[in-house]
């Protein structure tokens, strides 16, 4: 039941677009986080990148969310990618960002 939530979440984040309703930092950060609780690092990536190309801003909780799901599919160097992104992007790194990127570290081969 869990593994297709993700799935539900983002068949009405897509919705919103369907209807028109504009999505903003605050519904790709639900998204992006749901891609993550999923294990799904490669939609995660998808909604990330594609905040940047339509100048979605992306906030701490999107660059965590997105490392922390890179960590999940044992993607540590793309994870320290965007962690190193993230201070480029001049987001602020807190807490979560570097235990998802030490996180992501350990996990990797």
């Known amino acids: 039941e869990k593994a297709e939530q993700w799935e539900q979440a983002l068949q009405l984040f897509f919705e919103m677009a369907d209807s028109r309703l504009q999505r903003d930092t605050i519904t790709y950060n639900a998204a992006v986080s749901a891609c993550d609780k999923g294990e799904q690092w490669v939609q ?4 990330f990148r594609e ?7 992306r906030s701490s909780i999107t660059f965590s969310a997105a490392v922390s799901a890179c960590e999940k599919g044992q993607q540590w160097v793309q994870a320290l990618q965007l962690f190193r992104e993230m201070a480029d992007s001049r987001v602020e790194r807190n807490s979560i960002s570097y235990n998802a990127a ?5 996990k990797g081969e």
């Open 51 to 57: 905040m940047s190309d339509i100048l979605v801003e």
């Open 44 to 47: 995660a990536l998808q909604l």
């Open 102 to 106: 030490v996180s992501a570290c350990d």
